[in-house]
């Protein structure tokens, strides 16, 4: 019987923390990096471990390295901002979670003060805690309004610190309403009337309070009201969260913003019945993923969706046969779906900040107007990048466009437009805090 190889315990220094991680003796010191980029987000091409005062070379085993079982290291990193992991990112959560429950604490023996329950200093010192999260709404003439909305076509109701709004507001005498601008508000349900706004090209929903779980707690957190993700009152009664069969009834929409509400998910049913949609933004929200159903917006020009937690795009993208501009930059993608290399008219792509270690050669090969691909603060390097095959001819692309804008004299941003997408440089200054593997600017 052939005995188990034993597991080393390595104890890894990463600024405060203390990192341990067990590894078979026979483990290459480039298997201990891989895993420090699970844990700390942290390139391997930016890490550099030192044991007693030598730097580790990756193709070394860890006993030909001079480890042993109970061995420590020491590990620094280039410059950069890491990207969070997934349990970096849950410890956040929780952390924002027990600041919630405080200020809802606060709220609480507000109410009670209120009532009588507390009396004197108690009472007064609680009402002041809780006096911002209890700012009133400001009184609108709703009748006023609509006949302001009727006579422009535009319904403005930006930053008035809502967190309700009557269920019947958009019933009727708004067909004709071409614009609705609801940001910047507390906004944790839509009012079932706004399916009646058949006109519609263009809805505004940013920073409110439309997702419906923990994330839209931490949103409404920074939203003008502050009210919490759960609303009712004068907006009558409902479910929080996006009336998706409601939106779905907008059959001319053609752009609409959802950034910073909190979002877990999006619906394939909801997104499936916006057929004429040409912008579609939905970053700064805690999605896990996009939804297939996004492969049917036909008309979708523009897809925005940075800072999500994002593990992967859709292969169905490759049905959005008309968008021009990608965006999904500080996510947690690893690679790229094939079916993106269908997307033929795609010129801009933003990637940066993911864990993206290599591009199809499809994509690079096929899409045939990509001219601008960003993949800063990914795993993959230039040369990598370089080595694909099909980089010729997105290269040649890309050259021709930087040779245009400078004929034109409009170019933009000199610094990072003749950058190939990738970061060039394998090592950068060293800092022993707790700066991660991400650095480097955005590419064009």
């Given at each position: 019987m ?23 003796a ?11 980029q ?9 890490q550099?471990l ?13 006993a030909k ?42 709220r ?36 006023e ?40 508000n ?37 939203a ?26 907008l ?14 998910a ?13 912008v579609?933004s ?5 999605l ?10 036909g ?16 292969d ?55 001219s ?27 050259v ?23 970061e060039?440089r ?5 800092a ?13």
């Amino acid at each position: 019987m052939v005995e188990a190889e034993p597991l080393w315990t390595l104890q890894i220094k990463h600024g405060a923390q203390q990192l341990e991680l067990s590894l078979p003796a026979s483990a290459k010191v480039q298997e201990l990096q891989e895993r420090l980029q699970e844990l700390t987000g942290a390139f391997v091409r930016k890490q550099k471990l030192i044991f007693k005062g030598k730097v580790l070379a990756a193709t070394h085993d860890l006993a030909k390295a001079g480890l042993a079982n109970g061995a420590k290291l020491m590990l620094l990193l280039s410059d950069g901002t890491a990207v969070a992991t997934q349990g970096q990112q849950a410890l956040q959560q929780q952390k924002k979670a027990r600041q919630d429950e405080a200020a809802a604490r606060v709220r609480e023996l507000y109410a009670q003060a209120k009532g009588g329950a507390l009396g004197g200093a108690a009472a007064a010192a609680v009402a002041a805690a809780a006096a911002p999260a209890a700012r009133k709404e400001p009184a609108i003439d709703w009748a006023e309004r609509k006949r302001t909305w009727e006579k422009t076509a535009i319904i403005s109701l930006r930053d008035l610190g809502l967190s309700t709004l009557p269920d019947d507001l958009f019933a009727s005498g708004l067909d004709a309403a071409r614009v609705a601008d609801l940001s910047h508000n507390a906004l944790a349900r839509l009012p079932p009337s706004i399916s009646r706004l058949t006109g519609l090209h263009t809805l505004r929903l940013e920073r409110n309070c439309l997702g419906t779980g923990a994330a839209a707690v931490a949103a409404c957190g920074s939203a003008p009201g502050g009210s919490g993700a759960s609303g009712s009152g004068s907006g009558g009664e409902g479910s929080a969260g996006l009336a998706w069969e409601a939106l779905g009834a907008l059959s001319g929409l053609t752009c609409l913003s959802l950034d910073h509400n909190g979002l877990e998910a999006l619906p394939d049913a909801g997104i499936s019945g916006l057929r004429s949609l040409q912008v579609l933004s939905v970053s700064h929200n805690a999605l896990t993923a996009l939804p297939q159903a996004l492969g049917q917006l036909g008309a979708l020009q523009v897809l925005l969706a940075d800072s999500n937690r994002l593990e992967a795009l859709p292969d169905s993208i490759g049905g959005c046969s008309s968008l021009v501009e990608l965006s999904a930059k500080g996510n947690r993608i690893r690679e790229l779906p094939p079916g993106m290399a269908g997307l033929n008219k795609l010129q801009s792509a933003r990637l940066d900040g993911n864990m993206i270690a290599a591009v199809p050669p499809a994509v690079l090969r096929d899409c045939a107007s990509l001219s601008s691909l960003s993949l800063q603060g990914n795993p993959i390097t230039a040369d990598q990048l370089r080595s694909t095959p099909g980089f010729a001819a997105y290269d040649a692309r890309r050259v021709a466009r930087c040779n245009k804008q400078l004929d034109a004299g409009v170019l933009l941003h000199a610094s990072r437009t003749f950058t190939e997408g990738a970061e060039d440089r394998q090592w950068s200054r060293w800092a022993g805090g707790g700066g991660g593997g991400g650095g480097g600017g955005a590419g064009k």
